[in-house]
């Protein structure tokens, strides 16, 4: 819990630029323009949004930022050094820099002097240059400089003196963050530990001065640093890489030796591994090490921004991510789910809501009757322990889960299977058969699939056909199309997954086969499951429960609206 006293760490955000390095991952100018507001509702102080010039999609962006600034984080332009034996002033990549019209400017440049020699092909002192040089011009235009030393744990370990050299040079040129960057990601804990501390303790020694670190106002004139006796001048920040699986300890490793900037991206994404993850940090080091990162309410956002991300981005998010996964709060053994029921602090370590997830208990073979109890409270229905009906409910779950349902997947398919028990289960249609005809013509990649389905509603049969580039989807057709006369809000469902699963490979062709279905209504998503040694009749019983689970949703919906008024 973080008070008005305490410390103030300023987060830097580098997913627009270094998370996008991330394989498999790439975005538009609108998705980039998304995501920055979105960090900056969160509350994240300075937003990396990439290299002015490299690109023409990071020149737009930058543009259009300037015609809609954000509303209170800094936008923050990325560029390296000037080349070797050349000036500043008469560097193409600088001048895009400018134009980017950010008032801050992170450069980065060389620590180790293996890449000076190998890397850059030039001599030491030619590297030092290169950054008084980058620093020094960028200054007189009237950029604030944060300066990232690439490699600066290998140099250090390396050759000590030398990379000592570039953090002088940069400070004595006017950088006022010096970033200490674990590029490789293999530095260890312990070893983050001492070196910050003795970049903190040598840059203290050198004494060049204080400066502002306050944001101030973005509409502030001037674009020089306000002296400040508060803040000394150099600050120290810290850009962990994910390689060894330290990046998010080696991070805060950094804030307790001394660091006040933590650089990162959402969900760790970045090159290689990764790097280290906003998602992670900010509530270890708000909530457990009494920092002030950003405000309660914002951290409340913090599970809804990192599945912003990953849909922006298109990356399914990972499930059992620390704090905003959706398993990150999830009991599933009895034993544990009796104890959380009683004080969540036997098996929580914070409470879900300080970071805007929520406790799940999931339903499975292994479930006890604590686990029933739980779950249907959490949709609503409340059981009697001592009735037949939650001891049936846990029975019929365990049989099921032995012929190869997945209910801890598929919790829209419990629910009904809950109501099925209890005697409440709506009948809003019934399925009376279907048939899937498809062609596969040679030399062709895509097939045409043909459906007939006949479904009952209120005692009325409807028969209607459909097609779809496969089976499935021409099954999922018939049946919309069937039923959006009675029920016009089909029209808003979208089947948005569909998962399959052969559960006994040694079997063959005669395996038994799981599907999961995920459905969404443009509000809210749920998934079904079905199983069968037929792949059709098991994405047959999950699409169908997808659309009897949204007209169930819909009429409780409806029933709280009337209720309520």
């Known amino acids: 819990m973080t008070t008005n006293s305490s410390p103030q760490l300023w987060l830097y955000d580098t997913t627009l630029r270094d998370g996008t390095q991330r394989e498999g991952l790439s975005v538009s100018i609108e998705d980039k323009l998304r995501i920055a507001r979105r960090l900056d509702q969160l509350g994240i102080p300075f937003i990396e949004g990439g290299w002015p010039g490299a690109n023409p999609k990071d020149v737009q962006f930058f543009w259009q930022l300037q015609e809609d600034p954000l509303k209170q984080a800094e936008i923050v332009a990325f560029c390296s050094t000037r080349r070797p034996n050349s000036t500043a002033a008469t560097e193409p990549m600088l001048q895009d820099i400018l134009a980017a019209g950010t008032r801050w400017v992170t450069i980065f440049g060389k620590s180790w002097d293996l890449h000076v020699t190998t890397g850059l092909k030039t001599t030491l002192e030619e590297n030092l240059a290169m950054i008084r040089d980058t620093i020094e011009y960028l200054r007189s235009q009237g950029r604030r400089i944060i300066y990232d030393a690439e490699h600066w744990f290998d140099g250090y370990k390396h050759n000590r003196d030398y990379a000592l050299q570039t953090l002088e040079a940069a400070i004595a040129s006017g950088a006022e963050w010096l970033v200490l960057c674990d590029t490789n ?17 040598v840059t203290g020694d050198w004494g060049l001065g204080t400066g502002d670190w306050g944001l101030g106002s973005r509409k502030e004139s001037s674009q020089s640093p306000i ?22 300890a080696n991070a805060i490793a950094a804030v307790m030796a001394g660091a006040k900037m933590v650089q990162g991206t959402i969900n760790g994404y970045g090159e290689r591994c990764g790097n280290a993850n906003l998602c992670s940090l900010i509530p270890n080091l708000q909530l457990k090490a009494g920092y002030s990162c950003i405000t309660e309410d914002q951290l409340t956002q913090l599970t809804e921004a990192s599945r912003f991300v990953s849909e922006v981005v298109n990356l399914a998010p990972d499930e059992h991510a620390p704090f905003v996964g959706r398993s990150a709060f999830a009991h599933k053994g009895g034993i544990h789910v009796s104890a959380v029921e009683r004080n969540p602090l036997t098996y929580e370590h914070i409470q879900p809501e300080q970071v805007g997830n929520r ?32 001891r049936e409910i846990l029975q019929r779950l365990k049989d099921l889960e032995s012929e190869g349902f997945q209910f801890e997947a598929a919790e829209a398919s419990f629910v ?52 779809g580039n496969g089976p499935v989807a021409a099954l999922d057709a018939a049946l919309r199309k069937a039923l959006v006369n009675f029920y016009p809000q089909i029209a808003t469902f979208d089947l948005t997954d569909y998962k399959v699963r052969i559960l006994n490979g040694h079997t063959g062709t005669a395996a038994k086969t799981r599907v999961l279905v995920e459905s969404g209504n443009g509000r809210q998503r749920w998934t079904t499951v079905g199983v069968s040694t037929n792949i059709l009749a098991a994405s047959y019983q999950a699409v169908v429960e997808g659309l009897e689970y949204g007209l169930l949703l819909h009429s409780q919906a409806e029933a709280a609206v009337k209720a309520s008024s």
Request: hydrophobic share 40%.
């Open 185 to 201: 990601g293999g530095t260890l804990p312990h070893e983050i530990s001492q070196i910050v501390q003795d970049v903190v303790r």
């Open 416 to 467: 009904l299977l809950m109501h099925e028990a209890l005697g409440d289960r709506q009948k809003f249609f019934e399925v009376k058969g279907f048939q899937v005809h498809c062609d596969l013509i040679e030399g062709k990649e895509a097939s045409n699939a043909l459906a007939t389905v006949k479904v009952a509603v209120d005692g009325k049969n409807i028969l209607e056909a459909a097609e």
């Open 227 to 248: 002296p400040n006796p508060q803040f000394p001048i150099p600050q120290i920040g810290i850009h962990t890489h994910n390689d060894s699986e330290m990046a998010v």
């Open 359 to 390: 406790r799940r208990i999931v339903i499975s073979e292994q479930s006890g009757l604590s686990n029933v109890l739980a779950k249907a409270r959490s949709f609503g229905i409340e059981l009697d322990q001592q009735k037949a009906e939650a």
